[in-house]
């Protein structure tokens, strides 16, 4: 009887070990669709980006088999409440209210919101010249719910993707947009360039965080990679490659 069960535990793990691979879960990495530099359709048609590429290095390390999926950003938490989604990688701001319902990994990006204004635009130079002016930001940010606490704006204009925001601007109907720093900076620097300025102080430092469901072990593993990552100097030479400069901030720590 002993000689049968010891047979039978065999065959099991014989069986469990070939399948493994082919059982192997392929992860859903969402990402937003228009946040650049961070993840943006290149001249080919396919997604790239300081995201992309920090997502790309820590699977490599991991050995994680996985496909990108890219989304409106306001889809992305529930996507991972409702385990349609396995990672959310899209410069996602760490806040404790978004921590009740996912995990987030250590901070990868130290950010804040700014003020952008046309070039023309010589009346609004901080948060206060808000007062009474039509703003336009991003759905599901945190920058909507920083201005209603903090600007007395006449009209908060809401849109699900970064062009919407900034063609209100240019098109006259919003009298400045208000985002994070790195967007709206990128733009000013090239499609915004001479058009567009960047104005005031960085408000409400916070930190970017890979975001991952609740309780799942892949966030301690994800934060092991970017230690690596940081230590070695893979890290800073990403962030070089998009950002122009080396990292200053905590994040890079």
Known sequence: MKRILALSAA????????????????????????????EFKDEKGEYTGFDIELWKEIAKRLGL??????????????GLQTAQVDVGIAAMTITDERAKVVDF????YDSGLSILVRADNDTITKLEDLEGKVVATKLGTSSP????????????????NNDGMFFELQAGRAEA????????QEYANTAGKGKVKVVG???EGQSY????????????KVNVALKEMKADGTYEAMY???????????AAQ
């Open 11 to 38: 065959l099991v793990l014989g069986i469990a070990l070939l399948a493994g691979p082919a059982l192997a879960k392929t992860l859903v990495v969402a990402h937003d669709t228009n946040f650049k530099p961070f």
């Open 65 to 78: 088999e996985y496909k990108m999926q890219p989304m409106d950003f306001n889809g992305i938490i529930p």
């Open 105 to 108: 990994s250590d901070p990868y």
């Open 145 to 160: 719910d920083f201005l209603k606490a903090n600007a007395k704006t006449k009209e908060l204009k809401l849109f699900p």
């Open 177 to 184: 947009a208000f985002f994070d720093l790195p967007v709206v």
């Open 201 to 203: 102080p960085v408000y």
């Open 209 to 220: 965080g890979i975001a991952f469901p609740k309780g799942g072990d892949l966030r301690d």
């Open 240 to 250: 070089i490659k998009w950002f122009g400069e080396a990292p200053k901030s905590k």
